[in-house]
Every structure is written in structure tokens, then in C-alpha cells.
């Protein structure tokens, strides 16, 4: 195995052009700005955020389905390559995606058996005859019967679509998968069991996996290192029971205070007020302040930067950092 990390995200970032009101001027809109995060081998590192905050966008830079306008990914030590060259093509084999919905990502025309199959197709892995058997084993790997390998993805529960879906991203032995939202469309009764299914596949495989989801509750269950992010940024980073116990960003605050653990002490809730700014018109200073329940007036001209914590989390926050440099000095 090589000492480099499975996945390095170096400070990429995303524009997008947005025009304003019908005859108004375009202007460029960051979806994505400086993201930095690390996978490692085997480790899951869980990214959290509300909808529109870009996750997804950073999911699709990371496995280069995009390409970022700064920065760089690595993957094990070396650059992506340019999505359409065959060298990516191949590498995309060892990273494979799950998507949020499961039968827009299956084709209805083909039965579950011929699209597990596929990639052995497309790869040209194993003999031919061998095939069909290769891809029924992988069905039963992910708690699916042989026998619903006939059937259609209409004639399937979404859970086990998804099943299905997982499946097929495994057949070329990935080393990482980046999951999107992917059990947001399922019935709850059914979430638990496809996160433990990635969970108990990552165990089994070492996969590296980059789990992409607004609800911290699944964050929780799968993570390793937890990664936030608000308005195309990273605000807090680092080891998920450090982050989720203690949270020193007041963003990530409100989202565990909502989120709380059966069973221990729930916090205080923190109630965001108001939906997530626009990114076409970023609050000045920090982005999170006209929200935050402990902006100060620096707050609003002052963008923070993401430095680390005595703890060795990153936080972007100068209240929690000036506590911990104030606790510093009291000590
Ligand atoms: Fe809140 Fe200020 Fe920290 Fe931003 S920098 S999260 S506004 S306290």
C-alpha cells in the first residue's frame, strides 16, 4: 500500500457563472472555495453541510468528474488525470461514486444481473463465461437474493436498488467510493441497514470512503473525520467523536445540537435562523455571522481563517479561537 493518502483535495476550487436578472451582467458564483480534505486508506472521512453548501460539487471535483478552477486532487500520491483521457477512465475504476437516487442511476431497460455485470464488461475483468457468476456473487455480497439478479430496477424496494447500485460501483474493487446522500431517499427504517452494509464492506475491503450527507445523524454512524462546510467552504475539520462531543465551530454547534445522541445529555438547541446565504451574494467577513449566535462586530469584516486548535481540529471561527488562546494563556 502506498504511504501517500488515498485521497487529497488541495485547496480546489469552483466558479460557476450566474447571470442577474434577464439582461443583468454574469457574474462568477464560488461554488467551492479553497477546500482542502484527506482521505485516508481504509477511513472514512464524512462531509457535512446544508443543501447547497457544495459537497456535492467537492465530490465530483474530487473524483475529477469536474474540474477545478485552483487547486488539485491527488489520488495515492499522484494527480488525477483529465476526466475523458483513458488514464482516467482507468483510474476511475479504483474510485467509484453512489449516488442519492438509485433508479436514476440504474438503467430500466436492463436487468440488475446485466448491470452489475457491465463493468466486468467494460473492464474486461475475469473470462466471459465466468461473468454472469462473478456478478451474482457480488449481489449476495451486498444481501441481495441470485434469483432478483432477472429483475428490473422498477421491480425493486429503493433500498435494495441501492444495494444493487453499491454493488455494481464494487465489481472493479474500488479504493475509494464517494457517496452522495446516499441513503437520503430511503425510508429511515432502511437507512440503518444500507449504512451498516457500507459500513461492514468498507471493514471487509478497507475502502476508503468519502461519505457525503446534510444529516449528521448518518455522519455520525460512518465517520472517522468529520469535515463541515458552509457556503463552499471547510469551517471545521478533524477526528468525528472529538468534533461531535465538542463541537468549537458555532455552525457545527447548531447542527449536533439538532442532532442529538439517544441516550446522553442532549445540548441546549441552537435554532439557525434563516436558510444559507446565496453564494452569488457572500455576507462580508464571515459567512456564517448574519446566523451565528455568537457573531461579534469583527465578525462581519473579518474573514476567518481555518487553523488548528490546540486539540488539533481546524476551525474557522475567531471566537473559538481566541477562547482557546485565551485558556492557553490562563494555563
Ligand atoms: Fe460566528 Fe464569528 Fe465564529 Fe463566524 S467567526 S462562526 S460569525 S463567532
Not at 465530483?60 to 469536474?66: F, K, Q, S, V, W
Not at 476567518?304 to 490546540?310: A, E, G, K, Q, S
Request: charged content about 25%; proline content about 7%; overall charge positive.
Amino acid at each position: 500500500m502506498s504511504s501517500a493518502p488515498l485521497l487529497q483535495v488541495r485547496g480546489v476550487a469552483r466558479r460557476y457563472a450566474m447571470r442577474r436578472g434577464l439582461l443583468g451582467r454574469s457574474i462568477d458564483v464560488r461554488a467551492v472555495d479553497g477546500v482542502s480534505l484527506t482521505v485516508e486508506h481504509g477511513r472514512t472521512l464524512g462531509l457535512v453541510g446544508e443543501s447547497g453548501s457544495g459537497k456535492s460539487t467537492t465530490g465530483r471535483l474530487a473524483l475529477g468528474l469536474e474540474p477545478p478552477d485552483d487547486g488539485d486532487v491527488m489520488f495515492k500520491g499522484a494527480p488525477i488525470p483529465p476526466a475523458g483521457t483513458l488514464a482516467w477512465r482507468q483510474l476511475r475504476a479504483r474510485m467509484q461514486m453512489i449516488y442519492q437516487d438509485p433508479l436514476g442511476a440504474l438503467d430500466r431497460r436492463l436487468s440488475i444481473l446485466e448491470q452489475v455485470r457491465e463493468p466486468y464488461d467494460v473492464h474486461g475483468l475475469g473470462e466471459a463465461g465466468e461473468r454472469d457468476a462473478m456478478a451474482t456473487a457480488l449481489l449476495q455480497a451486498v444481501g441481495l437474493r441470485a434469483d432478483q439478479g432477472s429483475r428490473y430496477p422498477h421491480e425493486l424496494s429503493g433500498g435494495q436498488r441501492q444495494r444493487a447500485v453499491i454493488a455494481r460501483a464494487l465489481a472493479t474493487k474500488p479504493d475509494l467510493l464517494v457517496c452522495d446522500e446516499p441513503v437520503s431517499a430511503l425510508d429511515v427504517s432502511i437507512q440503518a441497514q444500507v449504512v451498516n452494509l457500507l459500513v461492514d464492506l468498507q471493514q471487509e475491503l478497507g475502502l476508503g470512503l468519502l461519505f457525503i450527507s446534510h444529516d449528521l445523524k448518518v455522519i455520525r454512524q460512518v465517520s472517522h473525520r468529520v469535515a463541515v462546510m458552509y457556503l463552499g467552504r471547510i469551517v471545521e475539520e478533524g477526528d468525528a467523536d472529538l468534533l461531535l462531543a465538542s463541537p468549537a465551530h458555532p455552525y457545527t454547534e447548531a447542527l449536533v445540537s439538532a442532532s442529538p445522541v439517544p441516550g446522553r445529555r442532549a445540548r441546549p438547541r441552537i435554532v439557525l435562523q434563516g436558510d444559507p446565504p446565496n453564494p452569488a451574494a457572500r455576507p462580508s467577513g464571515c459567512a456564517f455571522h448574519p446566523r451565528c449566535h455568537a457573531a461579534r462586530e469583527r465578525c462581519k469584516v473579518e474573514s476567518p481563517r481555518l487553523l488548528p486548535l490546540p486539540d488539533g481540529r481546524l476551525t474557522a471561527c475567531h471566537v473559538a479561537h481566541d477562547q482557546a488562546n485565551f485558556l492557553k494563556a490562563a494555563s
